[in-house]
């Protein structure tokens, strides 16, 4: 088990920009991506960008590609999801992930608690 520790979640107009963090401890040795979903009022939870933690490779959901980026510190298990260009179509609670294997979300991944981002118009 992971745990995970986000921040940086907030109140922002749109156009604005935010950063998440998240922090991992536990068992992080066999880490494999970390990455970030989010959950807006009523739709279910979606991917928004993961990061291969060895190669640093990113993916990003079509939504946000263009303006969110996923970046990592390998020495600090952290992870950050810069945000600009932010849309009232942002406004969800953001979940870090991650993960022993490529199935980020999957059933072998470990949460955070959430964070809320909320922009408005």
């Known amino acids: 088990q992971v745990q995970l520790v986000e921040s940086g979640g907030g109140l922002v107009q749109a156009g604005d920009s935010l950063r998440l963090s998240c922090a991992a401890s536990?068992?992080?040795?066999?880490?494999?991506?970390m990455g970030w979903f989010r959950q807006a009022p009523g739709k279910e939870r979606e991917f928004v960008a993961t990061?291969?933690?060895?190669?640093?490779?990113?993916s990003y959901a079509d939504s946000v590609k263009g303006r969110f980026t996923i970046s990592r510190d390998n020495a600090k298990s952290t992870i950050y999801l810069q945000m600009n260009s932010l849309e009232p179509e942002d406004t969800a609670v953001y979940y870090c992930a991650e993960s022993p294997n490529f199935l980020i979300g999957g059933s072998s991944s470990s949460w955070g608690q959430g964070t809320q981002v909320t922009v408005s118009s």
């Open positions: 536990g068992r992080t040795d066999s880490t494999y991506a």
């Open positions: 990061i291969n933690w060895k190669t640093g490779r990113t």
